[in-house]
């Protein structure tokens, strides 16, 4: 498969029948971890600097965080948090983050050909973290450095005290350690436009010496490997052959990158994007599983899918934003999103759900500003994208186990993918509480389609929630000028009766349904 579209447009099958949607109880793909609902800050443009950092801002507190923006992050329900890149990371050095302030040197960042001014590090992200409730996932560098800058990293955030990278940290306000667990072995090695790019024989060699080092250090670190930055790699799959040979004893999960975008008006196939992403998981599973066995190990790599998003990355390639201009936090990569983006948002999210027995961890790239469902304006306002609300919703409705549910759809034709349902679904059910949850998503462009769901292993009396995101404008967007644009509305005509639930998905959507 290709994520490169030809324009053409889609064509509905008549809707002669309701959908019919059958949850199964017994067909559990996973405990829900919170870990899928991660995100990614990266210093890359005004993610950092004037997004969720800006010392004059009204909202400021003493480090120079927004409490706005840390008000709308603990609302989008983002867990773990990636840092500090991304193709940043290789180049970085964290030492220039620590200590003092006005003691940091002003690098260039070379993978975004902006200057880093070091005010924000390790330290004022961990306590960041801590005002969001979210958990720190640590990249190390291994496009310019490598095992031994990472375990001075790893000593300096984990070791309690008597060493001299642990009284370093306490010396500098943090007397307990961050007791990270998730970490990076660098980042996207299989690019070209990586600094420090390297072949896959040659990053396996470096990542396993690195987790191993790091492993001996503690070996109840979780270390995610490098694996491909897209489906549409030359080298994909064997990239992930080659490095896990090398370092499969030594790490827990391998990295997968996707991300997406319209392409020359073919919003059929656009709107079928989560099939591409199926496509990624069952190969690098595939992959995995394969290495598992030819090394007879008994243990299981998971996928860390800690890059996933909407990007306009043909328009921010051709445009001069990323430039040698070499100026502080400069606007980039600041794609607006519409409604088509949002339903093909939610429907990703729903497949990592869907694959969650390996998708253990994912990553939304990235959090503010820098292609994200937050948006902020220096001196002013936040507000929320339209790819806000799916992620924010399923954050806080998927709880208990996720069930996987048989899906009796009309197709439609795709330029890119062939035939593609015209509705997908998943659901979630918590057995302590009662609560259950279905996400589903219509793809059809011109029908609204009614859908009948069998929810009798549920045990469910009540709807408690049933939203929407929709507009008859499938690209109107939320900006600075008209914040509220989109958002999400009631979902009419929802109605559970006698273990059925019934709905009506309207054209080009994305809904939640929360029973109880």
Not at 39 to 59: A, K, M, N, W
Request: charged share 20%.
């Amino acid at each position: 498969m290709t994520i490169t579209s030809s324009a053409a447009e889609q064509t509905d099958l008549a809707v002669v029948a309701p959908t019919v949607i059958t949850i199964d109880r017994s067909a559990v793909v996973a405990p829900v971890n919170r870990r899928i609902f991660g995100s990614f800050v990266e210093h890359l443009g005004r993610c950092v600097y004037d997004g969720i950092y800006e010392p004059g801002h009204p909202t400021a507190n003493e480090d120079g965080f927004r409490l706005d923006v840390i008000e709308l992050v603990k609302e989008l329900g983002s867990s773990t948090i990636r840092y500090p890149g991304g193709n940043f990371v290789s180049g970085y050095r964290w030492e220039d983050g620590v200590g003092p302030r006005d003691q940091r040197p002003v690098r260039r960042d070379l993978a975004w050909h902006s200057l880093e001014s070091n005010q924000v590090g390790l330290d004022e992200f961990a306590r960041w973290c801590k005002l969001t409730g979210s958990e720190l996932m640590m990249a190390v560098n291994l496009g310019t450095r490598g095992i031994e800058a990472a375990l001075d990293l790893l000593e300096y955030t984990n070791h309690p005290s008597g060493t001299a990278l642990s009284e370093q940290r306490i010396a500098n306000g943090a007397k307990d350690p961050y007791n990270i667990r998730m970490w990076c072995l660098g980042n996207e090695m299989d690019g070209p436009w990586q600094i420090g790019h390297m072949s896959a024989e040659d990053y396996g060699k470096i990542a396993a010496r690195t987790a191993s080092a790091m492993k001996t250090a503690d070996k109840n670190l979780e270390l995610v490997v490098c694996g491909s930055s897209g489906s549409s790699m030359p080298t994909f799959g064997e990239w992930e052959r080659v490095v896990l040979e090398h370092s499969y004893d030594y790490v827990d999960y391998i990295s997968c990158h996707a991300y997406y975008q319209e392409r020359n008006g073919d919003l059929g196939s656009y709107l079928a994007s989560s099939l591409d992403m199926q496509y990624f998981i069952e190969t690098v599973v595939a992959t995995a599983d394969h290495v598992k066995h030819k090394l007879k190990s008994k243990k299981t790599i998971q996928l860390s899918f800690d890059e996933w998003n909407i990007w306009y990355l043909d328009e921010h390639q051709a445009s001069d934003e990323v430039n040698e201009e070499w100026t502080h936090a400069p606007r980039q990569l600041e794609d607006t999103y519409s409604v088509a983006d949002a339903v093909v948002f939610g429907n990703l999210l729903i497949t990592l759900l869907k694959n969650h027995d390996r998708v253990a961890a994912a990553s939304l790239a990235q959090l503010v500003n820098v292609i994200a469902p937050i948006m902020t304006e220096p001196g002013g306002d936040t507000w929320r994208q339209t790819t806000f609300f799916p992620f924010s919703v399923t954050s806080r409705l998927a709880k208990g186990e996720v069930l996987r549910p048989r899906i009796d759809a009309g197709t439609y034709s795709t330029a890119v993918y062939g035939d593609a349902p015209l509705v997908d679904a998943v659901a979630t059910a918590d057995a302590a509480t009662g609560e259950s949850a279905l996400f589903l998503v219509n793809r059809s462009q011109t029908e609204a389609i009614d859908v009948t769901v069998n929810v009798s292993d549920l045990n469910a009396t009540v709807i408690t929630e049933a939203v929407t995101l929709h507009d008859e404008d499938v690209y109107a967007k939320n900006t600075l000028q008209d914040q509220n644009r989109v958002g999400l509305k009631q979902l009419d005509g929802a109605v559970l009766q006698e273990g059925t639930l019934t709905v009506t998905l309207p054209p080009v959507s994305w809904s939640a349904v929360a029973l109880g």
